[in-house]
């Protein structure tokens, strides 16, 4: 994984800074939690603006640039002034680049589930194939918006000028295991708030880790202890037959709920990789080791052969999830960091902690994701300079403006618990990281879905349907590289 950028290291070092000194305001000030995370919004805001992007102050004469957005997440990227710190940072991030350039940003909302995923594509294909210009930015969920690469129809992102994706503002993570024979197709930055939001991290109950008489995952972490084997052995000990009956269900208490969101984590935590670059600069399929199968074996365990785990068949019902880890029925619950907004609600004490690695010996944690969208510019935008000037302004002005609000306020403040977790949120951020597979999942046979998949559906055997996809996915690798290599 790439070193993290020094101008991050030094945002983070006066992130701390602020944090720290807010933190030691005296207990008869009588300043409310709201105000006080008003004061920290602006502190951490202040520390952020002494970065500077180097575009060009231009006067565009009121151009309009268009973005086609995933409506679910419509208030990521336009917002009204509410009082709602979020929102109204949302709100000035907007203003201030129509402002300083004098151009109209308009958003066009589309749904952007799989369900609709046709639309959503037809959208895009309708306008390249005519010419239209009517979306001079687009912003499909990764897990289908990719397979448009393969049809030509996004600019390399490296011919335009004004991007700088060396800044502390673009997801290193991401763009670095996209760019492939010096072509970036798409990308991801602090423009894409849902990609922070989609970060996996495990949840756990503060109030069973103490009356289990367990050292804190907090400790664990810190100690470089906080492994897969350690999570087990904790959930082995939360699980409880309650009732006696001898048949746990869901009357009974568990070590994990978990769904198939939660198990294609673990791979990437684990530091697996399914498409891996050799010295020549080609990709090639990496997950073929005993490292994986091994993986596999301990997960399916995990998921489907233990008593400690409550496994969702239903992917998509997050509300049960969340309140069977609310109730205190599940010690454990990975899953993504949006997560928590529900569940600060909940009566008990929570923790927040990076997935757990796959022995003392990995370096350091890897967050996966839930998915994002990702940022491209369509061949028909009608001048694509001018998308590149606009997003790389976007993309800094939520860094310094919309991303301190949202993670230092919205969560550390508002929303999350304890000092400590605000210390695993910047982990858990440092550590993104978006595999080759993963970000073109669809153009690969499936090849980040399987390992969660084919556990959901019950197959044991890692080698036998391993054997069966392994040349689907070298010949839609074969076939990736080959259309890399022609486009342009």
């Known amino acids: 994984m790439k070193p993290i950028n020094r101008n991050f290291l030094i945002f983070l070092l006066a992130v701390f800074i602020f ?43 009121g151009e309009k640039v268009t973005l086609l957005i995933n409506s679910r997440n419509l208030v990521t990227y336009v917002a009204e002034e509410s009082g709602d710190i979020v929102n109204d940072a949302v709100f000035a991030r907007n203003r201030a680049v129509e402002e300083r350039f004098n151009v109209v940003i308009e958003y066009v909302p589309i749904d952007g589930l799989s369900t609709n995923m046709a639309n959503f594509l037809a959208a895009i294909r309708n306008s390249v194939l005519a010419s ?21 129809f996004y600019l390399n992102l490296l011919d335009l000028p004004y991007f700088d994706f060396e800044q502390p503002w673009w997801t290193q993570g991401f763009n670095e295991p996209a760019l492939i ?21 495990t949840y756990f109950n503060k109030e069973t880790i103490e009356n289990l008489n367990l050292k804190s995952p907090y400790e664990l972490v810190d100690e470089g202890m906080w492994t897969i084997e350690k999570q ?12 006696g009956d001898g048949v746990i269900n869901e009357k009974d208490t568990f070590g994990f709920i ?54 969702m068949d239903d992917t998509l019902n997050y509300d049960f999830m969340y309140k069977f880890f609310s109730d205190g029925k599940a010690l454990f619950m990975p899953f993504s960091l949006d997560a928590v907004e529900i569940l600060r609600t909940m009566d008990a004490d929570f923790g927040l902690v990076p997935m757990p690695k796959y022995d003392e010996n990995q370096e350091e944690h890897i967050t996966s994701s839930i998915g994002c969208g990702i940022i491209a510019i369509p061949i028909s935008a009608t001048n694509p300079e001018t998308s590149a000037l ?34 695993m949120l910047d982990i858990v951020r440092e550590t993104a990281y978006y595999d080759f597979g993963f970000i073109n999942n669809t153009n690969l046979a499936g090849i980040s879905d ?15 349907w391993y054997a069966s996809k392994k040349t689907q996915y070298e010949t839609s690798l074969d076939k990736l590289l080959e259309v890399y290599k022609e486009l342009p």
């Open 232 to 243: 087990i052995e904790y959930a082995e000990a939360a699980g409880r037959d309650l009732d």
């Open 19 to 61: 944090i720290a000194a807010s933190c030691g305001s005296s207990p008869d000030s009588g300043v409310t939690g709201e105000t006080t995370a008003a004061e920290s919004a602006a502190e951490t805001q202040a520390a952020t603006t002494q970065l500077k992007d180097s575009l060009p102050e231009l006067d565009l004469d």
């Open 258 to 311: 978990m769904q198939l969101h939660g198990i294609r984590a673990y791979a990437t935590n684990f530091g697996i990789k399914y498409i891996a670059k050799n010295a020549e600069g080609d990709y090639y399929i990496a997950n073929d080791t005993q490292k994986t199968a091994d993986a596999y074996e301990l997960m399916y365990k995990v998921a489907r052969g233990s008593d400690y785990t409550y496994f």
């Open 390 to 423: 606009v997003l790389e302004a976007l993309s800094f002005e939520s860094h310094v403006n919309v991303i301190p609000a949202y993670y230092e306020v919205a969560l550390k403040t508002k929303y999350s618990r304890d000092n400590d977790s605000e210390k």
């Open 132 to 152: 239209d210009g009517a979306y001079d930015v687009v912003i499909p969920p990764y897990w289908y918006g990719a397979t448009l690469v393969q049809e030509g």
């Open 450 to 464: 399987d390992f969660g998949n084919y556990i959901r559906s019950k197959n044991a055997d890692f080698a036998s």
């Open 181 to 201: 024979y010096n072509k970036l197709y798409a990308c991801v930055g602090d423009f894409e708030l849902v990609q922070l939001k989609g970060l996996i991290l």
